[in-house]
């Protein structure tokens, strides 16, 4: 009768602890040569967790991560599953093939060795979950990365294939402008309109022309296609700015006209655009010019009280004048230019004072000959630099500047 009753508490109890252990991510055992070949089998990728016995924070992971309910989902269902210590064994191979050099790092991996993804350090639920639906696609395509290029380069141009050769090389952070123009020509109309081509274009597109963004601008009223384009148009500026290219520059303002809702605001931001070409390009000429019609006709008529209570505003204004007017004072000698840039700081200050734009106000007095009222807001740099919590390279600099004005 007492072994009967046992037994019978003992069956629960049993089935809870099963549950339980299935809940989290289900760790594949064998050599690692057999969970590459089980990847290629199943046509998924690996995660793989290299720890050590006395890594706290894998202790964390394998307690309070790898055992969640939804990381288990997520994983078992996507992944084959490895867990080594990288202090015995293959994990010392491992470790040296990959060169890691930190515990815990885990990595999404395919059957041919390729690194997908490397996070290293305790990475929390949330952001381990994220990683993982960045790249559980990845592991539906067929072929390695290797196999689609060569395919590509023999001809091979429907639409499966290019879906599958676009993803994998948005998993080497390469460029598909091009291959997404290449693709729509391949979809129908209602293909076009899926949920699927419409993430592949959000995650892909990088063109100011083409098919592509000639799509993306029939929905450019839509926040998240606006947003997209915007980004785009970014992209395009750094790069432009990056190889010097002024005939880019000229297709980025080309493309924000088109964006944007009024011809005002079009002209306001392509003449930003164009002076913070000119300032980081150095062609201090062309930024001048432009800089002096963008302050005059967008800044300086701006009623300051609209900003004091919009600090975030205010800080975007403030930069904008500040870094114009260091421009000037480290590029130019001329009285003109200097004075110009003046009032440009005056402006920052009524908008708010503060260290950086009270010592370029300092800097340019002193250049136009005004040294003791430089030093004086030299010194009231340095005085809200320390109320600001400045950092000591910062203040060293102050100091210097200040030190070399009184000489």
Do not use: H
Request: glycine fraction near 4%; aromatic fraction near 10%; hydrophobic fraction near 40%.
């Amino acid at each position: 009768m007492n072994k009967q009753i046992i037994y019978f508490f003992l069956i629960p109890i049993s089935i809870i602890t099963n549950d339980l252990v299935a809940q989290g991510i289900q760790w594949q055992t064998g050599s690692f040569e057999s969970i590459l070949d089980k990847a290629k089998a199943q046509k998924k990728l690996i995660y793989i967790d290299i720890y050590t016995t006395w890594c706290s924070p894998c202790k964390q992971m394998d307690a309070e991560v790898f055992t969640n309910p939804t990381v288990g989902k997520l994983f078992n269902e996507n992944f084959i599953n490895y867990k080594i210590d990288g202090e015995k064994g293959e994990g010392r191979d491992l470790v040296d093939y990959f060169e890691l050099d930190s515990y815990p790092t885990s990595m999404f991996i395919d059957g041919d060795w390729n690194v997908v993804m490397k996070l290293e350090g305790f990475r929390p639920t949330e952001r381990l979950l994220e990683s993982a639906e960045q790249v559980k696609e990845r592991g539906k395509i067929s072929g390695s990365d290797d196999d689609l290029e060569q395919a590509y380069s023999k001809g091979k141009r429907d639409a499966p294939f290019l879906y599958e050769y676009i993803k994998a090389r948005a998993f080497q952070k390469l460029d598909n402008g091009l291959l997404l123009d290449e693709y729509l020509t391949k979809i129908t109309a209602e293909q076009l309109k899926s949920e699927k081509t419409e993430k592949l274009i959000l995650e892909n597109a990088s063109l100011l022309r083409g098919r592509t963004f000639e799509y993306l601008m029939t929905r450019k009223n839509e926040l998240i296609f606006e947003r997209k384009i915007k980004g785009i148009i970014s992209q395009n500026l750094n790069k432009a700015v990056n190889q010097k290219n002024e005939k880019m520059l000229n297709e980025v303002l080309t493309a924000n006209g088109r964006l944007s809702k009024t011809f005002a605001e079009a002209n306001e931001w392509n003449t930003e655009a164009k002076m913070n070409y000119f300032m980081l390009t150095n062609q201090p000429e062309k930024f001048f010019i432009t800089a002096d019609f963008f302050m005059e006709t967008y800044i300086l008529k701006k009623n300051i009280t609209s900003f004091k209570n919009l600090p975030e505003l205010s800080d975007v204004y403030n930069l904008k004048l500040r870094k114009a007017a260091k421009f000037v004072v480290e590029r130019f000698k001329e009285r003109e230019k200097l004075e110009k840039a003046v009032v440009w700081i005056r402006k920052s200050l009524e908008i708010e004072e503060k260290s950086s734009n009270s010592e370029i106000y300092s800097r340019l007095l002193f250049t136009l000959g005004s040294k003791m009222e430089a030093i004086r807001l030299m010194d009231r740099a340095l005085e809200l630099a320390k109320k600001e919590n400045a950092n000591n390279d910062y203040l060293n600099l102050l100091n210097n500047e200040l030190t070399n004005m009184k000489r």
